[in-house]
């Protein structure tokens, strides 16, 4: 079938996510990937800057990863995980608690960053009502973004994505931001007022991806760990985009010394290859559920659940986060600071921040994730062969960990002549 072809037949079936099909330019047919590189069915190459929406770990088409998918396949491809187990999802769990923030000892495996979100938030709050302590109260901060379902939707901030739905999405106690508020101060206020209501502070450690790749420090991290553990109030960590390696070392949690109580996990948990999730928690947590009674079991789980394909494809994602990887972090790091060095004083640019692989900035002028300037960016950047994602007004650069000195270099000129062209 020519590309012409598969792609009218895009055009009449399908429903692309976030899109707004009146308004929207035409999807770009990928035909082929590797590296931080996509092929196009018309023979161009794009440098895929955002890991084609933070998940592509180590580059496209790893053949490390696609062995063991290949394989895997072949001995076992899928089996009911209630009642059932298998090796690949044994494998992975151990090898992720070997690597996780200590504490972390128990793995709940899902399909997506959202349903580990949802998997964490129902197990804190069952948590405290299996000890016949209710705790209604959820706390999340402004701009956070965990997740489209319901209950990944009432812990995020409300605003464009969650408006159709404001009126069936359950209150949340909201904390200032960290980067613009004292999110410490005010948790500790609400500690005060009703903590023995408040089951758990959910957040995104040191960098709020899709509310505007907001960056925030380590000593925060930190203090609103104290102020759970103080408080008796569980500390969930959305690691869903920091995981893995994208701030540097493999947790953001990890680089603030921060043991949170539940870890969700996602995207980089494959490498990019195959859809999966996973809610770590602690042994504490786990406890909390077992029981003879069997109305305390977490009554959760997905047809996919610890698809054994996507745990071999984990398993071999992890293998490959070792010191050569480390070394193409940092030097992933060093080459963004050096670009935004540059970029910085330039009239339309403002708040230039980097944490380990990620980049950002922000365009002067509308903001906003529906500010117009993005899409234009975009749209110059597809055209000099470079795959961007803007939020509204903020750029970021998220490439996959193979990306070169070189690469980079040519994402960061584009964006150059895009705030140069006028
Ligand atoms: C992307 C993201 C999610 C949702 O993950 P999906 O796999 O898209 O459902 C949740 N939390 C954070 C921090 C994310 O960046």
Redesign the pocket.
């Known amino acids: 079938m020519t590309a012409a072809e598969w792609t009218a037949l895009d055009a009449r079936y399908v429903w692309h996510p976030y899109t707004q099909h009146a308004t929207a330019p035409l999807p770009v047919p990928i035909v082929r990937a590797e590296g931080a590189r996509l092929h196009t069915a018309d023979g161009r190459v794009l440098l895929d800057a955002i890991s084609s929406?933070?998940?592509t770990l180590h580059g496209h088409c790893h053949p490390a990863i696609a062995d063991a998918i290949a394989e895997q396949s072949r001995t076992l491809e899928q089996v009911i995980f209630a009642g059932c187990t298998h090796e690949p999802a044994a494998r992975l769990a151990a090898e992720l608690v070997n690597v996780l923030p200590p504490g972390l000892t128990r793995v709940f495996f899902s399909?997506?960053?959202?349903?580990?979100?949802e998997v964490a938030v129902k197990a804190a709050l069952q948590f405290w009502r299996n000890r016949d302590e209710p705790r209604p109260l959820l706390a999340a901060i402004e701009h956070?973004?965990?997740?489209?379902?319901f209950g990944?939707m009432s812990v995020?901030a409300r605003g464009t994505f969650t408006d159709p739905f404001a009126d069936r999405l359950w209150a949340v106690e909201r904390l200032p931001d960290p980067v613009d508020g004292d999110t410490v101060a005010a948790l500790r206020a609400l500690i005060d007022r009703r903590g023995s209501e408040l089951a758990a502070l959910i957040v995104?450690p040191l960098?709020?991806?899709?509310g505007g790749m907001r960056m925030w420090p380590e000593h925060t991290l930190r203090a609103l760990a104290e102020c759970c553990a103080k408080g008796h109030v569980l500390l969930i960590a959305?690691?869903?985009?920091?995981g893995f390696g994208r701030t540097g070392p493999l947790f953001a949690c990890a680089r603030a010394g921060v043991a949170p109580d539940i870890m969700?996990l996602?995207?980089g948990l494959t490498g990019g290859a195959l859809?999966l999730?996973a809610t770590v928690t602690t042994e504490r947590i786990f406890e909390g559920f077992r029981s003879h009674d069997r109305l305390q079991t977490l009554f959760h789980g997905h047809s996919y659940t610890a698809n054994p394909v996507a745990c071999a494809a984990g398993r071999a994602s992890l293998a490959l986060l070792d010191a050569d990887s480390a070394r193409n972090r940092e030097a992933i790091e060093r080459a963004h600071r050096e670009h935004l060095a540059q970029l910085a004083s330039h009239p339309r640019v403002r708040r230039t921040r980097v944490l380990g692989t990620v980049a950002a900035l922000d365009i002067d002028g509308e903001d906003g994730y529906l500010s117009t300037v993005g899409g234009e960016l975009a749209a110059f950047a597809l055209r000099n062969g470079v795959l961007l994602r803007p939020l509204g007004n903020v750029v970021y650069v998220l490439p996959p960990f193979c990306t070169t000195p070189d690469e980079l270099a040519v994402i960061y000129r584009v964006i150059e002549r895009f705030l140069e062209r006028r």
Do not use: I
């Open positions: 929406w933070w998940v399909d997506d960053g959202s349903t580990a979100v956070a973004y965990h997740g489209d379902t990944a995020s995104e960098l709020l991806g899709a959305d690691e869903v985009l920091t969700c996602s995207k859809p999730g």
